[in-house]
């Protein structure tokens, strides 16, 4: 069943697609950068980032009810 499966090794993960403003505007950021974002989208701008730049590379805190801003940190 499973003989004829083969294991590869050394090819890259390709990158996810980086359609959506919120990636767009992550993969502009440079460390130390930082957006305002509403409520809605301030865990989404921060997956964006750390999905590209990994763990610990996004911190976000709040200004207002409403708006956030969230960095790159690394």
Do not use: H
């Not at 499973?2 to 294991?7: A, G």
Request: with cysteine.
């Amino acid at each position: 069943m499973f003989n004829n499966i083969k294991i590869r090794s050394g090819i890259p993960v390709p990158r996810r697609n980086t359609n959506s403003q919120l990636g767009i505007t992550a993969e502009k950021m440079k460390p130390g950068d930082c957006v305002e974002v509403d409520k809605f989208q301030v865990i989404s701008m921060c997956q964006a980032i750390r999905r590209r730049y990994g763990n610990g590379s996004a911190t976000m805190r709040k200004l207002t009810n409403d708006t956030w801003r969230v960095w790159r940190s690394k």
